[in-house]
């Protein structure tokens, strides 16, 4: 499911070959990390950050690039302040 929504909202063109899918797949696990679980999640030894920049990406489609940015910055400012959050509650709120 997150290859074929990758697609469609143009992160992925269909045609990468298997190591860029590889990659992309794992940081964006990555990303959904914090979320997995109802457990707080440590911001700060999580190395989440430092663990999407080691799969490489390309740059987000334009419409989706202040989200990006948004939660990029959200991160390494949880990061900074040494956040251990519960996300998955957070999330279960707005959805």
Known sequence: ??????????????????????????SGFCL???FQSYEP??????????????HGSVPPPEEFY??????A???NLCIKLGSVVSCRDLLD???
């Open 73 to 75: 910055g959200a991160y």
């Open 1 to 26: 499911m997150l290859m074929e929504e990758s697609v469609r909202m143009g992160f992925l063109t269909g045609e990468e070959n298997e190591i860029m899918l590889e990659a992309h797949k794992l």
């Open 32 to 34: 959904g990390e914090p």
């Open 93 to 95: 709120e707005v959805s």
């Open 66 to 71: 202040t989200l990006h940015r948004k939660l």
């Open 41 to 54: 999640y440590d911001f700060k030894s999580s190395r989440i950050t430092s663990r999407i920049s080691e």
